[in-house]
């Protein structure tokens, strides 16, 4: 009895273990198809529901992307910005719903990629995605490159875009005049704003779009503040499109009279020259107490 029972144990996890192997080798074929398919054969339209998840996401920064059509929209870059285009699987392997890729791309920079203009450079890549997948279908990717290299295979600069650093500076002279459309013409429909935690007005975090940082922070100091002065300040660009911004505020409470002169930095990212997030540091306390002295 216990030979039998020890048999069919033994059968029921050989099972297992071949029904997850298959399953692997399906998600794999299913996967390097695909995405040979959409690259090789600049084939966008395989981006669809049938081999991608409704929510399929980009695991990116400043921002995941999420959903089929802005996915789509994403990969049309490496489509309508290159020509000559080769993408390979170098190696590719998996356990559970989980794939690692290996893969290498070349192609020349023929047309608009991601507002950058065509170059004419060829360039020729490796790179690391790992992915998830559901239901036979491709739910997850995050991609690791080397985009320092890929930069300068397109012959630019991968660190600094002066024009970030003018724009933010342009931004805090419109504030400092009050000119709030001045201010909200270089913030992105998708802004994504978040005030540092404990701040008085970090209480909408994170703020979407201007109007509801308007709202939420600004019409508050406004309204609550004698005045709110930035002053000192030091404008560092750092890489990936941010400018680091530090200084002091400089500020009076309406209420109680309180006045504060505290440090404060602020980051900001932008993408074709718009303001697509916002991340303020201060000295939240000294600010709290002075708000309720």
């Not at 990629?113 to 036979?136: N, Q, R, S, Y």
């Not at 013409?185 to 978040?194: E, I, K, S």
């Not at 504060?260 to 020259?273: E, F, S, V």
Request: hydrophobic share 40%; aromatic share 12%.
């Amino acid at each position: 009895m216990k030979t039998v029972f020890t048999t069919l144990i033994c059968s029921i996890l050989l099972t297992l273990y071949s029904c997850g192997d298959a399953t692997v080798e399906r998600n794999i074929a299913m996967y390097t198809d695909t995405w040979d398919r959409i690259i090789n054969e600049a084939n966008l339209d395989l981006i669809n529901n049938a081999n991608f998840t409704e929510d399929i996401t980009l695991v990116s920064s400043p921002e995941n992307i999420v959903g089929i059509d802005d996915f789509k929209a994403y990969y049309s870059n490496f489509i309508t910005g290159f020509s000559d285009v080769t993408f390979h699987i170098k190696a590719v392997f998996g356990q559970g719903e989980n794939l690692v890729k290996h893969w290498h791309y070349t192609g020349t920079h023929t047309g608009d990629f991601f507002g950058i203009p065509a170059t004419g450079k060829t360039v020729d890549l490796e790179g690391v995605t790992l992915v998830k997948m559901k239901d036979g279908k491709i739910a997850q990717e995050q991609d690791f490159m080397d985009n320092l290299v890929f930069m300068e295979q397109l012959g630019l600069d991968p660190f600094l875009n002066p024009e970030n650093t003018i724009t933010i500076r342009t931004l805090y002279e419109n504030f400092a005049k009050g000119n709030v459309e001045g201010v909200a013409a270089v913030m992105d429909d998708d802004l994504v704003w978040n005030e540092a935690e404990n701040f008085p007005y970090a209480d909408g975090n994170p703020y979407h779009g201007f109007d509801a940082v308007l709202k939420g922070v600004l019409s508050r100091i406004m309204e609550e503040w004698d005045y709110w002065n930035l002053t000192h300040m030091d404008f560092l660009e750092i890489t990936n499109n941010k400018v680091l911004v530090t200084g002091r505020y400089e500020a009076k409470y309406k209420k109680n009279g309180a006045v504060i002169n505290l440090q404060m930095a602020h980051l900001w990212t932008l993408k074709d020259g718009k303001v697509i997030s916002f991340q303020q540091f201060a000295d939240t306390k000294g600010i709290s107490d002075a708000m309720t002295k």
